[in-house]
Each structure stands twice: as C-alpha cells, then as structure tokens.
C-alpha cells in the first residue's frame, strides 16, 4: 500500500467555505439589506452589493479585519415560512452546500476585477414547503450566473 505524495499538487481547488467567506459584520450585513440589489428566483431571492476597496475600508472604524474575503455570503430562512427549526436546518445546509460546490466561475470574475474589494451576497428562501436539493442546486446555478452578468 503506497501513501499519496504530501507535496503533489491537487487538480482541483478545495471548495471548503472558510471564515472569511461568511458574511457576519453587522455593518456589512446592514448596509448589505439597505443598499443591496436583488435577483429573485423562486423559492430563492439573491440579495447582493459589490464593495470598492474604499467603501469596504469606510465600513470599519478600526480598520478592515482580517478574515473579510472577496465573496462573503449568509443564507437566511425566515421562521414565518418555515415554522419548524429542523426544515429551516435542512434548507440552510442545502442552500449552503449548493453555494459551496457552485461559486468557482463567480469568484474567478471577482478576482479578474480589482474595483471589488468584496461582493456580499444574501440567500433569502421564499418557498412554504421543503425543496429538493437537486432543485436548489438548479436554482443556485441560475442566480449566481446571472449575478456574474450583472458584475
């Protein structure tokens, strides 16, 4: 039985989201819902906002802090939709997976541009019932191309 070389390049890029990629500043967050645009693709609404380096820099008294990456994302399921916590549990993670494995082609136009210093992105589920994973996907897909168009 052979071990895989350490120092052998992957071909792929892992596709974790880290720290950085979790929009959770409230500044950030609140300028996101009042200043934001919106795509809307049944049962999901795709709220988002590019940031210059300079907005992003004026955001914060105290400077930018270190873990705000270039694609930064929340998912929120409201209670008055989804009464139970386990069905808003279950559709978080699949909308929070469907985003993980789908970003590649979005976060490569970002980093082409050096006018964004970060684009915040918020994922609104609008449905009454559960929906598959496979459907989500397909939705996702959809909102994050058309959303690559617009930047």
Do not use: C
């Not at 693709?41 to 105290?62: G, N």
């Not at 789908?102 to 050096?114: I, M, Q």
């Amino acid at each position: 039985m052979t071990t895989p070389d350490i120092d052998t390049p992957k071909a792929t890029p892992r596709l974790t989201l880290r720290k950085g990629e979790k929009l959770r500043h409230k500044t950030l967050v609140n300028g996101l819902f009042s200043e934001g645009k919106s795509i809307y693709d049944f049962p999901v609404r795709l709220v988002w906002r590019t940031l210059t380096p300079r907005q992003l820099e004026e955001s914060f008294r105290a400077g930018v802090p270190e873990k705000v990456d270039r694609l930064q994302m929340l998912v929120t399921i409201p209670k008055k939709k989804r009464r139970r916590a386990v069905d808003r549990v279950l559709l978080r993670r699949r909308l929070r997976e469907a985003y993980r494995l789908n970003r590649l082609p979005l976060a490569t136009a970002v980093a082409a541009r050096d006018d964004i210093a970060t684009l915040e992105m918020a994922f609104i589920f609008l449905g009454d019932t559960n929906t598959s994973y496979a459907d989500l996907e397909r939705k996702m897909i959809n909102l994050l191309s058309r959303l690559e168009k617009k930047i």
